[in-house]
Protein backbone atom coordinates (compact mmCIF):
# COMPACT_ATOMS: atom_id res chain seq x y z
CA UNK A 1 0.00 0.00 0.00
CA UNK A 2 1.21 3.79 -0.71
CA UNK A 3 1.34 5.60 1.85
CA UNK A 4 2.38 8.90 0.27
CA UNK A 5 0.19 11.44 0.11
CA UNK A 6 -0.80 13.30 -3.75
CA UNK A 7 -0.43 16.50 -3.35
CA UNK A 8 -1.67 17.94 -6.73
CA UNK A 9 -5.05 18.71 -6.76
CA UNK A 10 -7.82 17.03 -8.77
CA UNK A 11 -9.93 18.70 -11.30
CA UNK A 12 -13.13 20.04 -10.14
CA UNK A 13 -15.72 21.75 -12.48
CA UNK A 14 -15.34 25.57 -11.91
CA UNK A 15 -19.09 27.46 -12.65
CA UNK A 16 -18.40 31.26 -13.92
CA UNK A 17 -22.04 32.02 -12.92
CA UNK A 18 -20.62 36.49 -13.40
CA UNK A 19 -20.81 35.33 -17.07
CA UNK A 20 -24.62 34.66 -16.96
CA UNK A 21 -25.87 37.85 -18.65
CA UNK A 22 -29.65 36.98 -17.57
CA UNK A 23 -31.69 34.69 -15.69
CA UNK A 24 -33.02 32.83 -18.24
CA UNK A 25 -29.26 31.56 -19.16
CA UNK A 26 -28.89 31.24 -15.28
CA UNK A 27 -31.37 28.71 -15.51
CA UNK A 28 -29.92 26.85 -18.84
CA UNK A 29 -26.25 26.79 -16.85
CA UNK A 30 -27.74 25.08 -14.28
CA UNK A 31 -29.72 22.26 -16.03
CA UNK A 32 -29.88 18.62 -14.84
CA UNK A 33 -28.61 17.90 -18.56
CA UNK A 34 -25.85 20.23 -18.56
CA UNK A 35 -24.38 19.46 -15.36
CA UNK A 36 -24.50 15.84 -16.40
CA UNK A 37 -22.54 16.91 -19.54
CA UNK A 38 -19.57 18.83 -17.60
CA UNK A 39 -19.28 16.11 -15.13
CA UNK A 40 -18.51 13.78 -18.48
CA UNK A 41 -16.37 16.59 -20.33
CA UNK A 42 -12.62 16.21 -20.75
CA UNK A 43 -10.64 18.71 -18.56
CA UNK A 44 -9.72 22.33 -20.34
CA UNK A 45 -6.38 20.47 -21.05
CA UNK A 46 -7.92 18.56 -23.48
CA UNK A 47 -10.46 20.84 -24.95
CA UNK A 48 -13.18 20.62 -22.22
CA UNK A 49 -14.90 18.05 -25.12
CA UNK A 50 -17.81 16.04 -24.54
CA UNK A 51 -18.72 12.91 -26.72
CA UNK A 52 -22.80 12.51 -27.32
CA UNK A 53 -23.87 9.49 -29.16
CA UNK A 54 -27.01 7.56 -28.76
CA UNK A 55 -25.58 6.00 -25.31
CA UNK A 56 -24.59 9.22 -24.20
CA UNK A 57 -28.27 10.02 -24.54
CA UNK A 58 -29.40 6.79 -23.28
CA UNK A 59 -27.05 7.39 -20.31
CA UNK A 60 -28.56 10.77 -19.12
CA UNK A 61 -31.90 10.00 -19.99
CA UNK A 62 -31.77 7.01 -17.79
CA UNK A 63 -30.03 9.34 -14.93
CA UNK A 64 -32.44 11.77 -15.06
CA UNK A 65 -35.39 9.85 -15.91
CA UNK A 66 -36.54 11.87 -19.14
CA UNK A 67 -37.45 11.05 -22.40
CA UNK A 68 -34.77 10.94 -25.14
CA UNK A 69 -36.96 14.07 -27.10
CA UNK A 70 -36.85 16.19 -24.18
CA UNK A 71 -32.85 15.68 -23.87
CA UNK A 72 -32.62 16.40 -27.69
CA UNK A 73 -34.37 19.84 -26.97
CA UNK A 74 -32.03 20.70 -24.68
CA UNK A 75 -29.42 19.80 -25.95
CA UNK A 76 -30.36 22.22 -28.91
CA UNK A 77 -31.10 25.12 -26.64
CA UNK A 78 -27.48 24.54 -25.57
CA UNK A 79 -26.38 24.83 -28.70
CA UNK A 80 -28.21 27.80 -29.85
CA UNK A 81 -27.39 29.68 -26.97
CA UNK A 82 -24.09 29.01 -27.79
CA UNK A 83 -23.06 27.07 -24.12
CA UNK A 84 -21.42 24.75 -26.09
CA UNK A 85 -20.55 24.56 -29.77
CA UNK A 86 -19.85 22.08 -32.09
CA UNK A 87 -16.60 20.30 -32.98
CA UNK A 88 -17.62 17.48 -35.22
CA UNK A 89 -20.21 15.05 -35.60
CA UNK A 90 -21.23 13.79 -32.50
CA UNK A 91 -18.19 15.38 -30.18
CA UNK A 92 -18.82 19.38 -28.60
CA UNK A 93 -17.41 21.99 -26.57
CA UNK A 94 -18.66 22.81 -23.58
CA UNK A 95 -18.32 26.81 -23.61
CA UNK A 96 -14.98 27.49 -21.33
CA UNK A 97 -16.91 31.40 -20.40
CA UNK A 98 -19.41 29.13 -18.24
CA UNK A 99 -17.49 26.30 -17.08
CA UNK A 100 -14.00 25.13 -16.76
CA UNK A 101 -12.77 21.72 -15.26
CA UNK A 102 -8.86 21.58 -14.35
CA UNK A 103 -6.47 24.52 -14.21
CA UNK A 104 -6.83 27.96 -14.54
CA UNK A 105 -3.94 28.27 -17.38
CA UNK A 106 -5.69 25.47 -18.48
CA UNK A 107 -9.03 27.18 -19.00
CA UNK A 108 -7.33 30.62 -19.47
CA UNK A 109 -6.02 29.15 -22.39
CA UNK A 110 -8.62 27.59 -24.11
CA UNK A 111 -10.91 30.61 -23.94
CA UNK A 112 -8.06 32.33 -25.66
CA UNK A 113 -8.23 29.56 -28.67
CA UNK A 114 -12.21 29.95 -28.22
CA UNK A 115 -11.74 34.02 -29.06
CA UNK A 116 -12.67 35.09 -25.63
Not at 47 to 76: H, P
Not at 80 to 101: A, C, E, H, L, W
Request: charged share 20%; proline share 3%.
Amino acid sequence: MNNELNINEPYYVKYYYDNATNKTLMKQLTNPILLVLVDIMTSAKNGQLVLINAYTKKMISRKLSMSDLTIQKELDKFLQDKIMFTISKGVYRINPMYYGKGEWHDICTLRKTCGF
